[in-house]
Nanobody, 115 residues
Framework: QVQLVESGGGLVQPGGSLRLSCAASGNIFSIYTMGWYRQAPGKQRESVATITSVGFRDYADSVKGRFTISRDNAKNTVYLQMNNLKPEDTAVYYC?????????WGQGTQVTVSS
């Protein structure tokens, strides 16, 4: 059974930074994509960033240049470094693992950007 545990959310001022972490445990296979979605109140769930098993990255246009996704395969952990945060980044952030068509999700962590 695969479990994803997220941490690192919180309240920050505009322009501040946070780093989210998502650690996977259980029956983890070697080849999978990891990434982050977010969902703000009243809005559709949005893909934020993904990183493949070989390190290729993709970002939503709204976060490109500000967010950086990375992974540590030895620790089965994916990170999201978020810099220059804006109020519109406020959302619950969910990490995921995708192996072929199978998805596993973290519990979500709240990020609030407000002065």
């Amino acid at each position: 059974q695969v479990q994803l545990v997220e941490s690192g959310g919180g309240l920050v001022q505009p322009g501040g930074s946070l780093r989210l972490s998502c650690a996977a445990s259980g029956n983890i296979f070697s080849i999978y994509t990891m990434g982050w979605y977010r969902q703000a109140p009243g809005k559709q769930r949005e893909s934020v960033a993904t990183i493949t098993s070989v390190g290729f990255r993709d970002y939503a246009d709204s976060v490109k240049g500000r967010f950086t996704i990375s992974r540590d395969n030895a620790k089965n952990t994916v990170y999201l470094q978020m810099n220059n945060l804006k109020p519109e980044d406020t959302a619950v952030y969910y990490c995921f693992i995708r192996r072929l068509t199978t998805m596993y999700w973290g519990q979500g962590t709240q990020v609030t950007v407000s002065s």
